[in-house]
């Protein structure tokens, strides 16, 4: 069974970052895979040169066991969340997103959406060796997206967000898992083609 962790990393109460993360692992969980979900409103994480807290060593050790991430953050003053950055800064170094595929996931009030905090996201990510997906999801106009429950009410953003989920699945399976068997058979740890030798 596939492992994959989701993280909303705004501690904003009643944000929407967390009801667009909610459909993505909707998705994830119809498609039988064992999601394990962190919320930054429930986080106690310290600044870079402490000890890690229990929640980083927590975080850690989940994304560690992981096949992929999926990070979502709000756009705030044209960049991604602040305590989206704390929570990179959490992971350790070297980062345990090295080598991890990694979706995004962007919201936002105005017009056009998250595109800014997630180039700037992808960038990051991408620095501490995360393998990011082509096609990260930003969600505009995100406040008619969603209703007072938190459901989805727009076709297209939902959509996009179960595509998403369905994204990064398909490269864990095409990408991911045939480069860690060829790896493998390269160590010696598996030679199937010396079977009939």
């Given at each position: ?9 705004t ?10 993360l ?56 044209g ?9 990179l ?14 979706a ?80 493998a ?13």
């Amino acid at each position: 069974m596939r492992k994959i962790v989701c993280i909303s990393g705004t501690s904003r109460p009643d944000n929407y970052t967390s009801k667009a993360l909610a459909v993505v692992v909707a998705e994830l969980e119809k498609q039988g895979v064992e999601v394990a979900s962190f919320d930054a409103r429930e986080l106690s994480l310290d600044f870079p040169g402490g000890p890690p807290t229990e929640d980083a060593v927590s975080l850690q050790a989940a994304v560690r066991e992981a096949d992929g991430v999926v990070l979502a953050t709000p756009e705030y003053h044209g960049g991604f969340a602040a305590m989206t950055k704390l929570i990179l800064e959490n992971m350790g170094f070297p980062s345990e997103l090295k080598g991890m595929p990694i979706a995004l996931v962007g919201v936002a009030a105005g017009r056009i959406g998250a595109i800014k905090s997630l180039e700037q996201l992808r960038g990051v990510c991408s620095h501490i060796g995360a393998l990011v997906l082509p096609g990260s999801v930003s969600v505009a106009g995100v406040r008619a997206a969603f209703d007072a429950e938190g459901n989805c009410t727009d076709e297209g953003v939902e959509d996009s967000l179960r595509g998403l989920a369905g994204a990064l699945l398909e490269f864990i399976q095409d990408y991911v898992c045939p480069k860690h068997t060829l790896e493998a058979m390269v160590r010696g740890e598996d030679r199937p083609w010396t079977a009939a030798v």
